[in-house]
C-alpha cells in the first residue's frame, strides 16, 4: 500500500513526489545563484494511468513520477 503523505507549501499540499521535485528544483536553483551561473530544464509528459513523468536536468537528469491521484487540485 503506498504512503499517502502530503505536505503543504504556502496553503497547497502536494503529494510525496511533487515535493521531493519541487524541493530538488528549489536546492538546484540556490546553488545556481550561488555560484552565479546555471541553466536547468524542466519538461513534464503524460505517462501511463494518468501519472506525470517530470524530468529536470541540471548537468545530470533527475526523473519523479507523479501518480495520477498525487496531482495539485
Given at each position: 500500500m503506498r504512503e499517502a503523505?502530503?505536505?503543504s507549501s504556502q496553503g497547497r499540499t502536494y503529494g510525496r513526489q511533487?515535493?521531493?521535485?519541487l524541493d530538488r528544483i528549489e536546492g538546484l536553483i540556490a546553488e545556481g545563484v550561488r555560484h552565479g551561473f546555471f541553466?536547468?530544464?524542466i519538461r513534464?509528459?503524460?505517462g501511463r494511468d494518468g501519472r506525470r513523468e517530470l524530468?529536470?536536468?541540471a548537468g545530470k537528469s533527475h526523473k519523479f513520477t507523479i501518480p495520477a491521484d498525487e496531482l495539485p487540485r
Open positions: 503523505s502530503a505536505h511533487l515535493r521531493e521535485a541553466h536547468y530544464s513534464c509528459e503524460m524530468v529536470i536536468e
